[in-house]
């Protein structure tokens, strides 16, 4: 889809000129002479016609644009400002003395809790756990369901019937609210009489029942698993458009060199699968970040535990259940970076690209 | 999903016709192309395929059963014994949460329309004039896409503490007591402050997907026709009414149910925005059942289910769509 973006893109910016150039479009004819086309030169001239297009386009973008501008970027600021004050408790934040009292803070947290670990044994200290907990989900969940996405696609794409059924079924859950999907999930893997404990016994693996949602050393796979379910059919669906967008003498030819189906995915398919798989990825990431609402229902509120904190719980933890304003300020800024570290490096390889 | 998407596109876009050879082969199911040669391993194949299909039904299915068992006490996956089944469930379950679900439509589908048509504008703005310092403009949009909410949580609250809405539009109300009906709806407005909040907030937090979803349809639409209305004397506005509008039905309802989707199954924005407890919305109350009946797991599954329900339907009616809108998401 980017590609196609990217192309029409190009496209406008030379059939601009020739729209504009139409007898009677313009009270003012515009200059004859055509530059050379690309969009580049497009905004770069100066003449009126750029002028007027931009004072034209004005009403369309500006509105939403100020929308945006203020709830998005106007409270990523307000927050930033608040996470450098000390405001906490019932009243209301004083902007006399800013500081990074309390990113210093949270990184001692940070690291004492890196320390404890390191002297053998666990950290009770939230902060530690919430950030490391919050990268092994993310990249857990990723790899997992970017894994079980493509193996989705792979088979729904072997010319099969009911094609549109199974994908259907298999995206699904990802129609579904994460308060329900916690519902369902805490269900499945209830210790007594839960849905994967009672098929665990029904064939005989009655030893591998476990308290999934209890026991420290399941609790955050047990999330990422349930996450997986979730969102491996969007996965799906975007690996199966890469797919059909492979030429099948792709596929004749590895097979002509005698490649085995597996060599021939590997070799073949998936190297060209990267531009979906890395916009698949930041999506995940993103949602990754988002489950908060899964978390804080399945375990029925903002404690968690230990082991499965993750830091937007632990912002919502600090400020909305603590009132420590400032510190989860900072916590949410300290989240805001990473997810730019996600976004910035890819919006600008698709600007690079010139598929932006 | 390309293969199937062409009809929803409106006319005028030779962008989706480009490669017909491409999907011909498709269209028959030839193991051959995808090199398949072994007919025997269609059986593992379908094997596969139907096992991911219990895995991804049998949360859904074990839900369903335990909401219509009486006791949850049988094998969570089975249909409960004839003696144990009841409805119960379902009707205690949907009282819980119809207040719930109420306010979610009211709040829901005023966000949808808004940041549906503001998305579109400004797509419109960003696609069809082309001027500098476009590309600033744009990047915004697109980052807002990815934006976490918890940077922002903190700042909306103050916000709308600042803004104090039900009291302004209740004192207005009390002010215009001399128009009874303007008066009225301005204290029943103020009534539901809450909802008007989140209303807002999810509108301008879905603004950018719904401009980026907008934003790739209409590179396909052919500025030939724009070109025509433009020679006709048409101003942007009635270029965007006449012409634009009509053609973007396919990706309204792609957005739409995008949107309304996204915004009826969020929790945060509601936990921080929705205080008073008459205006809890459906997320919220399926979410304070879990709390209060834990132990009752066949009523909250009954009422996970009724939430859910406005979401499946739309999905089931117009799963085409909603693939299109989440492929979107990754421009």
């Given at each position: 889809m980017?590609?196609?973006?990217?192309?029409?893109?190009?496209?406008?910016?030379?059939?601009?000129?020739?729209?504009?150039?139409?007898?009677?479009?313009?009270?003012?004819?515009?200059?004859?002479?055509?530059?050379?086309?690309?969009?580049?030169?497009?905004?770069?001239?100066?003449?009126?016609?750029?002028?007027?297009?931009?004072?034209?386009?004005?009403?369309?973008w500006?509105?939403?644009?100020?929308?945006?501008?203020?709830?998005?970027?106007?409270?990523?600021?307000?927050?930033?400002?608040i996470?450098?004050?000390?405001?906490?408790?019932?009243?209301?934040?004083?902007?006399?003395?800013?500081?990074?009292?309390?990113?210093?803070?949270?990184?001692?947290?940070?690291?004492?809790?890196?320390?404890?670990?390191?002297?053998?044994?666990d950290?009770?200290?939230?902060?530690?756990?919430?950030?490391?907990?919050?990268?092994?989900?993310?990249?857990?969940?990723?790899?997992?369901?970017?894994?079980?996405?493509?193996g989705?696609?792979?088979?729904?794409?072997?010319?099969?019937?009911?094609?549109?059924?199974?994908?259907?079924?298999?995206?699904?859950?990802?129609?579904?609210?994460?308060?329900?999907?916690?519902?369902?999930?805490?269900?499945?893997?209830?210790?007594?009489?839960g849905?994967?404990?009672?098929?665990?016994?029904?064939?005989?693996?009655?030893?591998?029942?476990?308290?999934?949602?209890?026991?420290?050393?399941?609790?955050?796979?047990?999330?990422?698993?349930?996450?997986t379910?979730?969102?491996?059919?969007?996965?799906?669906?975007?690996?199966?458009?890469?797919?059909?967008?492979?030429?099948?003498?792709?596929?004749?030819?590895?097979?002509?060199?005698?490649?085995?189906?597996?060599?021939m995915?590997?070799?073949?398919?998936?190297?060209?699968?990267?531009?979906?798989?890395?916009?698949?990825?930041?999506?995940?990431?993103?949602?990754?970040?988002?489950?908060?609402?899964?978390?804080?229902?399945?375990?029925?509120?903002?404690?968690?535990?230990?082991?499965?904190?993750?830091?937007?719980?632990?912002?919502?933890?600090e400020?909305?259940?603590?009132?420590?304003?400032?510190?989860?300020?900072?916590?949410?800024?300290?989240?805001?970076?990473?997810?730019?570290?996600?976004?910035?490096?890819?919006?600008?390889?698709?600007?690079?690209?010139?598929?932006? | 999903?390309?293969?199937?998407?062409?009809?929803a596109?409106?006319?005028?876009?030779?962008?989706?016709?480009?490669?017909?050879?491409?999907?011909?082969?498709?269209?028959?199911?030839?193991?051959?192309?995808?090199?398949?040669?072994?007919?025997?391993?269609?059986?593992?194949?379908?094997?596969?395929l139907?096992?991911?299909?219990?895995?991804?039904?049998?949360?859904?299915?074990?839900?369903?059963?335990?909401?219509?068992?009486?006791?949850?006490?049988?094998?969570?996956?089975?249909?409960?014994?004839?003696?144990?089944?009841?409805?119960?469930?379902?009707?205690?379950?949907?009282?819980?949460?119809?207040?719930?679900?109420?306010?979610?439509?009211?709040?829901?589908?005023?966000?949808?329309?808004?940041?549906?048509?503001?998305?579109?504008?400004?797509?419109?703005?960003?696609?069809?004039?082309?001027?500098?310092?476009?590309?600033?403009?744009?990047?915004?949009?697109?980052?807002?896409?990815?934006?976490?909410?918890?940077s922002?949580l903190?700042?909306?609250?103050?916000?709308?503490?600042?803004?104090?809405?039900?009291?302004?539009?209740?004192?207005?109300?009390?002010?215009?007591?001399?128009?009874?009906?303007?008066?009225?709806?301005?204290?029943?407005?103020?009534?539901?402050?809450?909802?008007?909040?989140?209303?807002?907030?999810?509108?301008?937090?879905?603004?950018?997907?719904?401009?980026?979803?907008?934003?790739g349809?209409?590179?396909?639409?052919?500025?030939e026709?724009?070109?025509?209305?433009?020679?006709?004397?048409?101003?942007?506005?009635?270029?965007?009414?006449?012409?634009?509008?009509?053609?973007?039905?396919?990706?309204?309802?792609?957005?739409?149910?995008?949107?309304?989707?996204?915004?009826?199954?969020?929790?945060?924005?509601?936990?921080?925005?929705?205080?008073?407890?008459?205006?809890?919305?459906?997320?919220q109350?399926?979410?304070?059942?879990?709390?209060?009946?834990?132990?009752?797991?066949?009523?909250?599954?009954?009422?996970?289910?009724a939430?859910?329900?406005?979401?499946?339907?739309?999905?089931?009616?117009?799963?085409?769509?909603?693939?299109?809108?989440?492929?979107?998401?990754?421009?």
């Amino acid at each position: 889809m980017l590609r196609r973006i990217a192309s029409a893109f190009a496209d406008l910016g030379s059939r601009f000129h020739g729209g504009e150039e139409a007898p009677g479009t313009e009270e003012e004819p515009s200059d004859p002479v055509t530059d050379g086309g690309t969009p580049a030169a497009a905004s770069g001239s100066k003449r009126p016609l750029r002028h007027r297009d931009w004072v034209r386009a004005l009403p369309f973008w500006l509105p939403p644009f100020l929308l945006v501008l203020l709830f998005v970027y106007g409270a990523i600021s307000w927050n930033f400002v608040i996470s450098l004050t000390g405001w906490e408790g019932l009243g209301e934040p004083s902007y006399s003395q800013l500081d990074f009292d309390m990113y210093v803070q949270f990184f001692e947290q940070v690291y004492d809790g890196a320390v404890e670990r390191l002297n053998g044994g666990d950290t009770q200290i939230a902060e530690y756990n919430a950030f490391v907990n919050t990268f092994k989900l993310l990249i857990v969940f990723t790899v997992v369901s970017l894994g079980v996405g493509l193996g989705l696609a792979v088979l729904i794409d072997r010319g099969i019937r009911l094609e549109n059924t199974f994908r259907t079924i298999y995206l699904l859950p990802m129609a579904l609210s994460f308060v329900v999907t916690a519902i369902l999930w805490r269900w499945m893997y209830r210790f007594d009489g839960g849905v994967i404990n009672e098929l665990l016994t029904a064939v005989g693996l009655g030893a591998f029942t476990q308290n999934w949602l209890g026991d420290p050393q399941f609790k955050l796979y047990a999330v990422i698993f349930a996450l997986t379910w979730q969102f491996s059919g969007y996965c799906m669906i975007v690996y199966l458009a890469g797919l059909r967008a492979i030429p099948d003498d792709h596929y004749e030819a590895a097979r002509v060199d005698g490649a085995s189906t597996l060599r021939m995915y590997w070799r073949v398919i998936l190297p060209q699968l990267r531009a979906s798989t890395t916009s698949a990825a930041v999506v995940l990431m993103v949602f990754g970040l988002k489950a908060f609402d899964f978390i804080f229902v399945i375990f029925g509120g903002a404690t968690p535990g230990p082991s499965a904190d993750i830091m937007p719980i632990l912002m919502y933890r600090e400020a909305f259940g603590r009132t420590n304003w400032a510190y989860g300020s900072a916590v949410a800024t300290i989240l805001f970076l990473m997810a730019l570290g996600i976004i910035a490096p890819y919006l600008y390889t698709q600007y690079k690209r010139g598929d932006l | 999903m390309s293969g199937t998407e062409t009809p929803a596109s409106g006319p005028g876009e030779p962008a989706e016709a480009v490669d017909p050879e491409r999907e011909r082969p498709q269209e028959e199911p030839s193991a051959e192309g995808r090199g398949l040669p072994v007919p025997g391993r269609r059986f593992a194949l379908y094997t596969a395929l139907v096992g991911l299909l219990v895995f991804y039904l049998l949360p859904l299915h074990s839900g369903i059963m335990t909401a219509f068992a009486d006791q949850a006490s049988g094998l969570p996956y089975a249909p409960p014994a004839p003696s144990d089944a009841t409805l119960s469930n379902w009707q205690n379950g949907f009282d819980i949460v119809r207040s719930g679900m109420t306010n979610s439509f009211l709040f829901v589908i005023p966000a949808t329309v808004l940041s549906a048509f503001l998305g579109s504008v400004a797509a419109f703005g960003l696609t069809k004039l082309s001027w500098r310092g476009q590309l600033g403009v744009l990047v915004l949009f697109v980052a807002g896409v990815f934006i976490p909410y918890q940077s922002v949580l903190v700042p909306l609250r103050q916000f709308w503490s600042t803004m104090a809405l039900e009291g302004s539009l209740k004192l207005l109300a009390s002010n215009l007591a001399f128009l009874p009906i303007v008066s009225g709806v301005l204290f029943s407005l103020g009534n539901h402050a809450d909802l008007i909040e989140l209303s807002v907030t999810h509108t301008a937090y879905g603004i950018p997907i719904c401009t980026v979803l907008f934003r790739g349809y209409y590179f396909t639409i052919d500025d030939e026709i724009l070109e025509a209305a433009q020679v006709d004397g048409a101003s942007m506005f009635t270029v965007y009414r006449r012409i634009i509008f009509p053609l973007s039905k396919p990706m309204f309802a792609v957005t739409m149910i995008y949107q309304f989707t996204n915004i009826w199954n969020d929790l945060l924005f509601a936990l921080i925005l929705v205080e008073d407890s008459a205006q809890h919305v459906a997320t919220q109350k399926l979410n304070e059942t879990l709390g209060s009946f834990a132990t009752d797991f066949s009523l909250v599954m009954a009422a996970a289910f009724a939430v859910a329900a406005p979401t499946i339907i739309l999905y089931v009616l117009f799963g085409e769509q909603f693939a299109e809108g989440i492929t979107g998401e990754s421009a």
